[in-house]
T-cell receptor, first 111, second 114 residues
């Protein structure tokens, strides 16, 4: 069964303290992996798409990487405004119409 | 652009009542998606439309749920009759071309069924 898990469930960082969020997946062939940011009371906002192992994408303090079994979202020198829930989702090769979302990691960055 | 607009933002109803959630997609977008988000199950795709036609409704949990898109600028998600387990945040999203990375989400409707 296709599945997506994320860890940790919640992460509390001091401003400037770099860390990584993990997204592990099991799918029958990966078509794409997506990262989203979700602020409280709002819908998810797209961040990155990764398609193949070894691929990396960067945006400001965020960098997403992909292996055959997992993806990492690295946050370098985070700021309080990076506080949000980060969701990853996968699209299987056999299921163009479906994406499976992970439960998310709630990130809090303390000034 | 105003983005995806959803109404109401909050809805409290009693079990057995009919609930109608509304969505106005971004002008010019040809895909519209309905999602449900709960703590237990996370974010789930319920149904999506392309050019006002339902393409995949396999995520709709049961026959109590129905969705329509009568024109390019309006869609509804109806629950009849509602049950407490339907309590969730319902998101509408739209995109141009259907790509998952090009979806823009609305602010959601928080539904509580008592």
């Amino acid at each position: 069964e296709d599945q997506v898990t994320q860890s940790p469930e919640a992460l509390r960082l001091q401003e400037g303290e770099s860390s990584s969020l993990n997204c592990s997946y099991t799918v029958s062939g990966l078509r794409g992996l997506f990262w989203y940011r979700q602020d409280p009371g709002k819908g998810p906002e797209f961040l990155f798409t990764l398609y193949s192992a070894g691929e990396e994408k960067e945006k400001e303090r965020l960098k997403a990487t992909l292996t055959k079994k997992e993806s990492f979202l690295h946050i370098t020198a985070p700021k309080p405004e990076d506080s949000a829930t980060y969701l990853c989702a996968v699209q299987a090769e056999t299921s163009y119409d479906k994406v499976i979302f992970g439960p998310g990691t709630s990130l809090s960055v303390i000034p | 652009d105003a983005g995806v607009i959803q109404s109401p933002r909050h809805e409290v109803t009693e079990m057995g009542q009919e609930v109608t959630l509304r969505c106005k997609p971004i002008s010019g977008h040809d895909y519209l998606f309905w999602y449900r988000q709960t703590m237990m199950r996370g974010l789930e795709l319920l149904i999506y439309f392309n050019n006002n036609v339902p393409i995949d409704d396999s995520g709709m949990p049961e026959d109590r749920f129905s969705a329509k898109m009568p024109n390019a600028s309006f869609s509804t998600l109806k629950i009849q009759p509602s049950e407490p387990r339907d309590s969730a945040v319902y998101f509408c999203a739209s995109s141009l071309g259907g790509g998952w990375e090009t979806q823009y989400f609305g602010p959601g409707t928080r539904l509580l069924v008592l």
